[in-house]
């Protein structure tokens, strides 16, 4: 033990990540039935942690001691609550045989990533909703809590608990395992992985609220997962174009708002902020996913991505290529949300009035009629073109259709744009 | 410079609602505040409830805890010096604890 206050700062997110592989652990020794004893186990251990550091100071090997605490609280409850009835001692045997693993050894990290990769590929298995398999996911696999998952989807504790609950049940009725799937079975599984992982990323970066840093744990989170799978032998190169796509869209976050909390657009963001070391990371990705011949929505999606990181400023995008892109991913993915997004590369190099033609046809698209993000790019596109009346009321219409604070203080400022 | 111990009674129940980010947050704060200059010593007393040793008809007897109706338990104590009452107090109104739902009790050491 070091004395009191010798260290008072650890590994950043340590106990979120301990206990996201130590459930994945215990999970796989107790069954998937038996998950939540499993979290409890866990946050028994990180309680103790919390009774007792303060006073006698960190131990020397936290993440060991977490380890070894959660394996021992777990025997505990399972002596106390003979829900395994005679086979019980067999079982505490086993996980007394897994307490006593020493961490930093490679063949036992193999063993933990691989625990916490079918833990991944069983939240995500078919038969639970999306929702439940994204809920599912954060927190067994990536240790949030259940208010930190309701303020990162804008949701009530409590329906957050329930989802988790249910989650629970059918895992259990459905006697789901944490084996591997084979054959036809892994590349559709994989695939309902690769979904979860872009959906948890999506929902971390689509709302823009700066402020709220838990937003920005969701994508980085769908990041540390998908780079799990990536380094798995099962990984395919559309794992890798995910991971490339999410490191490099990730690394423009620190830039999307400025120092006082105000949205910054693309174009105007510094690019000095942008994080080199994700860029770098997805960059890598990047090459390992051209291996084969398949073109996924998520290579495409990395293509523009990496085109915009390679850019030195706004001025040498290379929007022809993007719009190419564009191009491409609306053959794979007919999205109202990716044709707009399509438009504005059409303005960049066709200049708006083409961008508001193509545009035109998404205006009558009932799944975008309340979409504050149209209403806001045609209101741009129309104060290029000096049509400022037309303009300002399209960023009016915008500003009822959004109740996100930064974003509404961009249109104010748009629309002061308009009087000028 | 006299001496004063803090009291820590933990509430169990409001730690319940943490998760692991915030445990670690709360670790972080408790290290910080115990590493400070002015704490000489610092115990964790035991998570069982304790015995209690009380006269019985004149005969000393040990009971097991726990002995209040409260939820809160003694969870473990601080030794610190401070100039004087007020000195103390305001050390312990900065530890994080109470921020957790905990009570602290400060006494003086008798003569120190």
């Known amino acids: 033990m070091s004395t009191a206050g010798e260290a ?62 959660a394996h021992n609280a777990a025997i505990d409850a399972l002596r106390r609550e003979r829900v395994f009835g005679d086979k019980t001692e067999a079982l505490v045997a086993e996980i007394t045989r897994s307490a006593a693993v020493t961490l930093s050894e490679p063949d036992v990290e193999e063993q933990l990533r691989d625990d916490e990769l079918r833990m991944i590929f069983m939240c995500c298995h078919p038969a639970l909703a999306r929702e439940a398999s994204v809920a599912l996911s954060l927190k067994t696999i990536g240790g949030f809590s259940v208010r930190e998952i309701a303020r990162a989807f804008l ?76 380094s798995a032998s099962i990984a395919t190169p559309r794992v890798h174009a995910l991971v490339a796509l999410m490191a490099l869209q990730g690394a423009r976050l620190p830039a999307r708002v400025d120092d006082a909390g105000e949205l910054v657009l693309l174009e105007d963001q510094d690019r000095g902020r942008w994080d080199q070391r994700l860029i770098a990371m997805g960059f890598a990705h990047f090459d390992r996913s051209m291996a084969g011949q398949e073109v996924s929505e998520y290579h495409v999606q ?8 390679r850019g030195i400023d706004p001025a040498t995008v290379d929007w022809p290529v993007i719009l190419s892109l564009y191009d491409q991913l609306v053959a794979l993915n007919t999205s109202p949300v990716i044709r707009l997004n399509r438009a504005v590369a059409v303005a960049k190099v066709r200049g708006p009035a083409a961008a508001l033609d193509a545009i035109a046809g998404l205006e009558a698209d009932p799944r975008l009629r309340q979409y504050h993000l149209l209403m806001s790019v045609r209101g ?5 073109l000096r049509r400022t009346k037309e303009a300002s009321e399209s960023f009016m219409a915008a500003l009822t259709h959004t109740r996100n604070e930064p974003e509404r203080r961009f249109l104010r400022r748009r629309i002061e744009a308009c009087d000028r | 410079m006299s001496k004063f111990m803090l009291l820590l009674y933990d509430d169990p129940s409001e730690w319940a609602k943490l998760g692991p980010e915030d445990m670690q947050k709360a670790i972080e704060k408790y290290m910080a505040w115990s590493k400070k200059p002015f704490t000489v010593d610092s115990q964790r007393l035991g998570q069982d409830a304790g015995r209690v040793i009380r006269a019985n008809g004149g005969k000393p007897r040990a009971t097991d805890g726990p002995y209040s109706e409260t939820k809160e338990v003694l969870g473990g104590f601080y030794t610190i010096e401070a100039a004087n009452y007020d000195e103390a107090v305001a050390r312990a109104l900065e530890h994080p604890h109470v921020q957790y739902g905990g009570t602290i009790e400060v006494r003086q050491l008798y003569g120190s």
Not at chain 1, 210 to 227: M, Q, Y
Not at chain 1, 302 to 309: E, R, S
Request: charged share 25%.
């Open chain 1, 8 to 69: 008072d700062r650890f590994i950043e997110h340590l106990f979120r990540h301990q206990a996201g592989r130590v459930v994945a652990r215990l999970t796989r020794l107790l069954g998937p039935a038996h998950v939540a004893l499993a979290e409890e186990s866990v946050q028994e251990a990180m309680l103790r942690a919390l009774q007792t550091w303060p006073y006698q100071g960190v131990p020397d090997n936290s993440a060991g001691w977490l380890f070894r605490v």
């Open chain 1, 155 to 230: 949701a009530e504790d409590s329906a957050i608990a329930q989802r988790l609950v249910r989650a629970k049940r059918q895992i259990r009725d459905q006697r789901l395992t944490l084996d591997m799937p084979s054959g036809s079975e892994m590349a559709a599984r994989l695939d309902s992985v690769l979904e979860v992982l872009y959906f948890m990323f999506n929902e971390g970066y689509a709302a823009e609220e700066g402020e709220d840093l838990i937003r920005l744990d969701l994508c980085l989170e769908a990041l540390r997962l998908g780079r799990l799978v990536a």
């Open chain 1, 302 to 309: 990395a293509a523009i991505a990496a085109t915009h990181a």
């Open chain 1, 380 to 384: 741009q596109l129309l104060l290029d």
